[in-house]
């Protein structure tokens, strides 16, 4: 490997702003007052945040060293499995800023926004070709989102055809939000055991389903990085009870242009617009989880509908069976303008090709890496593999110390001890956009990394060494958040 990657120059030491603080220092010089002083209303006064007092070069230093101490894909790879960390082109961005956009309200009259209506209308359209299926919807705002809404569908047809059920099957390696959303729907999860080969068995589907069975949740590519290759006779045994099937697809990257949904027995899924359509997953801002039916869900999808009437886009509320509405208005539309101006740029050659490129780079680390990390399931995969410590276990080094050491090779670490199926689950995610250049660093990286393991296991205990701060008490940073300065 090249020079490491991992931090060593000059990243510069940055105290709170509070701490940086001192009364009376100022941001901007007016000039000297010519007019007496008019003082403030006596309940106005004192009643102020308590800001520190800083310099305009103070706040702007802050701020830059700040961002600096950041990592995102703009930085480097973030091989963060089930996270579809790619590079979005920053076009989209662009186009989902123009102010017509960007300025609209979201209160402003159907007769002003036809635009942005429009659009809506088209992503629709696309979303239900890319997946194969009937109609979609853009209202809800994550992927755990869309598949509550997917529940409330599943719940919705149940009821409208009179037989109510109370359980939905779910299998081990679904993603942990799946068993969350179908308790939030009042359903019961019925877990399944995944087979020998990671994936879900017609039989172990067989066993469970029954008549109080709702439906199956199943996660396509599952959170092995795993085609679910029984995914046609698992939908024929579940329709053959009167159940329907639901379709995690966060991992659409992996299939898209490739699987059409609809056609292999799915009636209803959701898609991650912020994994696979040019806004980043884990970014911390708005996300968007369209979900898509089939025909004989349509009528229970979310309102309003976008509607075209007599030439001109309206919002159609007049849906008795509706499951009602998601949230307050339209849903997340910069993340819909960022996912249209994607799926325009691209093509459909374009999609699939992407996903080629996904499958190829995730099958290129896992052959490569294969004899340095042990592969638990060693077949082809999608857009993401697993590996696990096994191989360094022996030297007492974990999941976690590699994870931590990758940083000092200038690398984000992969997911880590996901899916729960893997004992010590090392889960990576290159996506289409790395070149071989960054998978070969990557690998060499890994390489290293099992090296010390193998002659200097200390140094993965205390990594990592080069950043910022050493191992963090995670627990405590997540329970017990000091947010104020
Ligand atoms: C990311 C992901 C989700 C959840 O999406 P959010 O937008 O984070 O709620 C659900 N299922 C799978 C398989 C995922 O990878």
């Given at each position: 490997m090249n020079d490491s990657l991992g931090t060593t120059g000059l990243i510069l030491n940055e105290p709170l702003l509070w701490e940086k603080g001192k009364a009376g220092r100022c941001g901007f010089s007016l000039p000297k007052r010519d007019v007496d002083p008019c003082p403030l209303e006596p309940e106005l006064v004192g009643h102020g945040p308590d800001f520190p007092d800083l310099s305009e070069v103070d706040v702007v230093r802050h701020y830059t060293r700040l961002s600096q101490w950041n990592f995102g894909v703009d930085t480097g790879m973030y091989p963060l499995g089930s996270c579809t960390m790619k590079y979005n082109p920053k076009t989209n961005e662009r186009q989902a800023s123009l102010p017509g956009f960007s300025g609209a309200h979201p209160l402003i009259p159907e007769s002003l926004c036809q635009g942005i209506l429009q659009m809506m209308a088209e992503l629709e359209a696309y979303l239900a070709e890319i997946t194969g299926m009937d109609a979609a919807t853009l209202q809800p705002a994550a992927g755990a989102h869309g598949e509550l809404t997917g529940m409330l569908l599943i719940h919705a047809w149940h009821r409208k055809r009179g037989g109510q059920r109370t359980r939905i099957i779910v299998p081990d390696t679904a993603h942990g939000t799946n068993p969350a959303s179908v308790t939030l729907c009042g359903y019961r999860p019925v877990p399944v055991v995944s087979n020998d080969r990671g994936i879900l068995s017609a039989e172990a589907v067989a066993a469970v389903m029954d008549e109080d069975t709702a439906g199956i949740m199943i996660t396509n590519p599952n959170t092995l990085g795993l085609f679910e290759e029984g995914i046609l006779e698992i939908a024929r045994i579940v329709h053959a009870k009167g159940g329907l099937v639901y379709c995690d697809g966060a991992n659409m990257n992996a299939v898209m242009g490739v699987v059409k949904m609809g056609k292999i027995g799915v009636d209803v899924m959701h898609l991650n617009l912020h994994k696979t359509f040019s806004t980043p997953h884990g970014g911390g801002g708005p996300g968007s989880g369209p979900v898509c039916v089939k025909k004989d869900l349509?009528?229970?999808?979310?309102?309003p509908r976008i509607v075209k009437r007599e030439g001109r886009f309206a919002l159609d509320h007049d849906r008795p069976d509706s499951i009602g509405r998601l949230q307050a208005f339209y849903g997340n539309v910069g993340v819909m303008l960022k996912a249209y101006s994607y799926i325009r740029a691209m093509g459909p050659e374009g999609l699939k090709k992407a996903s080629q490129m996904a499958v190829l780079n995730a099958n290129y680390l896992k052959e490569m890496l294969k004899t340095t990390l042990h592969l638990p399931y060693d077949r082809p995969c999608m857009h993401e593999c697993v590996f696990t410590d096994k191989f360094q276990a022996p030297h007492h080094v974990t999941t976690l110390d590699m994870a931590k050491r990758l940083m000092d090779y200038g690398f984000h670490p992969p997911t880590v001890y996901f899916p729960l199926v893997v004992a010590g689950a090392i889960m990576m995610e290159p996506t289409e956009t790395e070149s071989k250049e960054d998978l070969d660093n990557y690998i060499a990286a890994f390489e290293a990394i099992a090296e010390e393991a193998k002659t200097e296991p200390g140094l993965l205990r205390h990594a990592p060494r080069k950043c910022k701060v050493r191992r963090l008490d995670e627990t405590a940073a997540a329970r017990k958040p000091c947010l104020a300065g």
């Open positions: 349509e009528p229970f999808l979310p309102v």
